[in-house]
């Protein structure tokens, strides 16, 4: 019987695996979504409408989900892929409780679609360079990367990636080994930019680039993270978030119904394309 | 357009086109609704239901295809299965082990492998589940063949 069952569900697939069909709604895939273990392709509303309906059946949210197509025990889903990142929804993870952007978060993302450049009279990057001024080490850096990485990648424990880049950035800063390298500004910030680079693309991907601007922005500040946010913030004439005016609440409401969480992913496929 | 009506219309559509790649299954939509279809299913060769031509009937559910259809027998049937009065299938497929990959036509498929190899230990039809499991093969076959001949085929004369 068991066998009998196989051969059936077998025969659905391998009709549908030819073509773009999501197994689910038959219909070509949107928001293409893998399950991690057995990588069958599906709509991403389509398999989180059945993992909610399978953790529906039980008491708990179960860990993991059958595959409607093999049976395989899947963990997690695997979505929003742009080439280079991608993004994994955890079956008993309820969505209701996922990690969302703070204020200050949602203003530093919005910072990543402003020109760079506009605050480059008030901070300049390249003096910092001319000047040494990074064999300073700046006590704010690693809540400042924190609030950064969290806000790119949207997501809550980033700790080993703060961990990760902060070591990289204080290394080719020499914060730690006073091993001061004759070499010139340029040299040393090219050597910055890149091993900074190296170290944040797997996890920023496209936005990496912007990423070590802002790092070298933030730096050459020397400000702390509230003087830096308001100077930002003043320059592009938004309001502190902080400050909790009506203007500034309504404000925040329109720019974030403008990035809204899709139109984030859709910026970044259009840039690969 | 939501989600259950969208998948019907592709099923639709795939059975039209379809229509000679399984002679075995024959799926009809209602006219009027497309949650309502019924089909015609061959018994399997080599069995007591050889011959016979059965008639289900389904109702799909709004929130298929999260939720499988109900299906029933519409032609009497002698199966340890098939509930006899009311044709109503025992089928994991079903209930609980349903998935959203199934389709229609892959439900009678299913069924039409129930029909060759009864599960005599979940039985909705006890008399027709008893025979088979005290072992009387001969029994169980000679009653099944019966009502393959008085409610699946086409009178004659």
Known sequence: MEENEGRAMTCVSSDLQDSNCCPICLGPVLQESYLDKCFHKFCFNCISRWSKVVASKHHSPPSSVKCPLCKTENFSMIYGFDGSYFRRQYMNEDSGDRFTLSRAQRYRLQCYYTEPGILEDIFDITRYWKSQKYHQPNCWIQTWLKREIQALIQEEDVDIIVHHILGVTSASLSWREQKCHV????KKQ?????????????????????????VQLFLASGLNIE??????????GWSAPGIDTQASQTELVDRNTVTSYLYIFDADCDGNE | ???SRARLFK??????REKTADPDIQLVCDDSNIFKWTALIKGPSETPYEGGVFQLAFAVPEQYPLQPPQVRFLTKIFHPNVHFKTGEICLDILKNAWSPAWTLQSVCRAIIALMAHPEPDSPLNCDSGNLLRSGDVRGFQSMAKMYTRLAAMPKKG
């Not at chain 1, 070499?183 to 340029?186: A, D, G, N």
């Not at chain 2, 099923?11 to 039209?16: A, H, I, M, W």
């Open chain 1, 183 to 186: 070499l010139s500004p340029e």
């Open chain 2, 11 to 16: 099923e639709y559509k795939e059975v039209q």
């Open chain 2, 1 to 3: 357009m939501q989600a």
């Open chain 1, 227 to 236: 003087a830096y946010d308001a100077v930002y913030m003043q320059r592009l």
């Open chain 1, 190 to 214: 090219e050597e910055f930019k890149m091993a900074v680079s190296e170290a944040a693309r797997p996890f920023l991907a496209s936005r990496t680039s912007r990423f070590v601007y802002e």
